[in-house]
């Protein structure tokens, strides 16, 4: 069963960095987009960022402001959210998500496999 | 920046319809996404492009969109069915896309 699984999460002080780590199973993952997303205790699904097959094309939320930095591994099957100046307002868990391909092989735009999510806490 | 809205709640009798609504500026014109989230677990997609269900997803739930809104419409309700339901799309204003998800609308299965 093709599966992602996130890791990296944890308890983290104001002001420090975290690397999650999202690792595919299955094959072809050099075929899908991928994202973060976050959810905050209490509030919705909040996207983060986007990264291409090739990790060529990268897109990010506005109010990121360069704190973070999406990247990929397709060697190791493996996409990465690095987090910076983290504030008590990151706390939330993060989701890795695959972009559902068309039959085309195409993209759809939408995220059909996530990951069951890492938490990250931001405290002191 | 364009301003997705969703009906905080939704509350429906079993066996009954609901109706989830995500209205946009011309959302009609844009390709929208349905999530059903329930707590901790992941977000499973629902309908796709408007109106297209992955496999997997019971026929009951279906979506439209038109105009200044898209709706997910869940039939025959069942207890299961309750959660918190969310619409995604992409907008660019020009420069960089970007992804956007609605607030959410949580759906009481009364």
Redesign the interface.
Known sequence: EVQLVESGGGLVQPGGSVRLHCEASGSKFDSYRM?W?R?APGK????LS?IGTSGDII?Y??FLKGRFTISRDNAKNSVYLQMNSLTVEDTATY?C?RE?LYDDGSG?????L????TLVSVSS | SYVVTQPPSVSVAPGQTAKITCGGNNIGRKSVHWFQKKPGQAPVLVVYDGSDRPSGIPERFSGSNSGNMATLTINRVEAGDEADFYCQLWHSNGDLPYVIFGGGTRLTVL
């Open positions: 994202i997303v959810q919705g699904l909040e996207w986007y897109y939320a506005d989701f998500a559902k759809s735009g939408t995220w059909d996530w990951g069951r999510g």
